[in-house]
């Protein structure tokens, strides 16, 4: 589902909540609403507000963390690669093929997991064949002397690392966010602000307010939302390393 459809929907739903709160207000006998009885609401609803800024602050610091160490897996395949393709530079025109076929598995992986096309389907699990074609070319190579040996086993750890790399993202793409977690935030969200627009004063500036916080935490979710994919939307890691990389295997 697209996620910011989905802020869209949690952003009416909050406002659903506070409107609701408005209109029950007007069957509440006056009693219910005196200064005591609006300050036992307060103390509950700061309570459940207590609660589900930790759990927001803690969905943001997990979303937020999971994103930040997948963009450094990818800068360090990007790192990888580019110092692989200098390993086989260096090693001679006996790797040329092996500098196409990584050049050709890169560009591969570009188009899998950044599609030109917005709606395309991004595909972290790597093309086993373009992988193995490299691992083949590689092993073929038949050093020389001490120094092609020396190169050829630099070259066969990078590609490990690599793989390692590649493999992890594709292991970290489940979804981090608990589903039952989020399911309560949202729960005690609604609670909150139907809670505060009872006991609110009927006026413009409570009314917006209130609505100005229901956009603020459907935005919070939308980010949280976003970086738990980080891969595709709005806040995904970019492409830059990896095409950087790629235009240097060109080269």
Same mark, same amino acid.
């Given at each position: !589902?697209?996620?910011?459809?989905?802020? $869209?929907?949690?952003?009416?739903?909050?406002?659903?909540?506070? %409107?609701?709160? +408005?209109?029950?207000?007007?069957?509440? *006998? &006056?009693? =219910?609403? @005196?200064?005591?009885?609006?300050?036992?609401?307060?103390?509950? !609803?700061? /309570?459940?507000?207590?609660?589900?800024? %930790?759990?927001?602050?803690? %969905?943001?610091?997990? $979303?937020?963390?999971?994103?930040?160490?997948?963009?450094?897996?990818?800068?360090?395949?990007?790192?990888?690669?580019?110092?692989?393709?200098?390993?086989?530079?260096?090693?001679?025109?006996?790797?040329?093929?092996?500098?196409?076929?990584?050049?050709?598995? #890169?560009?591969?992986?570009?188009? +899998?997991?950044?599609?030109?096309?917005?709606?395309? +389907?991004?595909? %972290?699990? *790597?093309?086993?064949?373009?992988?193995?074609?490299?691992?083949?070319?590689?092993? &073929?190579?038949?050093? =020389?002397?001490?120094? &092609? +040996?020396? /190169?050829?086993?630099?070259?066969?750890?990078?590609?490990?690392?690599?793989?390692?790399?590649?493999? /992890?993202?594709?292991?970290? @793409?489940?979804? @981090?966010?608990?589903?039952?977690? /989020?399911?309560?935030?949202?729960?005690?969200? #609604?609670?909150?602000?139907?809670?505060?627009?009872?006991?609110?004063?009927?006026?413009?500036?409570?009314?917006?307010?209130?609505?100005?916080?229901?956009?603020?935490?459907?935005?919070?979710?939308?980010?949280?939302?976003?970086?738990?994919?980080?891969?595709?939307?709005?806040?995904?890691? *970019? @492409?830059?390393?990896?095409?950087?990389?790629?235009? =240097?295997?060109?080269?």
């Amino acid at each position: !589902m697209n996620m910011a459809f989905l802020a $869209a929907i949690l952003f009416v739903l909050f406002v659903g909540a506070a %409107l609701l709160g +408005r209109r029950v207000r007007r069957y509440i *006998p &006056q009693d =219910h609403l @005196s200064a005591d009885s609006r300050d036992a609401v307060k103390l509950a !609803m700061g /309570l459940v507000a207590t609660m589900t800024a %930790l759990v927001l602050g803690l %969905l943001v610091s997990s $979303a937020k963390e999971g994103y930040d160490t997948k963009r450094n897996e990818v800068i360090q395949m990007a790192a990888k690669i580019a110092f692989l393709d200098r390993v086989l530079t260096v090693y001679g025109r006996e790797a040329a093929r092996a500098r196409g076929e990584l050049r050709d598995a #890169v560009a591969d992986a570009v188009r +899998r997991i950044w599609p030109t096309d917005q709606g395309g +389907r991004v595909e %972290l699990a *790597p093309n086993q064949e373009a992988g193995d074609a490299v691992f083949v070319t590689v092993e &073929q190579l038949s050093p =020389h002397d001490d120094a &092609q +040996r020396a /190169l050829k086993a630099q070259v066969t750890t990078l590609l490990v690392d690599v793989s390692q790399l590649r493999l /992890l993202l594709v292991a970290q @793409s489940i979804p @981090s966010i608990s589903k039952p977690m /989020l399911i309560i935030l949202v729960s005690w969200l #609604v609670v909150i602000l139907f809670g505060f627009s009872v006991i609110a004063p009927p006026n413009a500036t409570t009314t917006l307010a209130l609505v100005a916080s229901a956009f603020s935490v459907a935005c919070a979710i939308f980010l949280i939302l976003e970086l738990d994919q980080p891969f595709r939307g709005l806040i995904q890691i *970019p @492409s830059q390393p990896i095409t950087n990389a790629l235009n =240097h295997l060109a080269k």
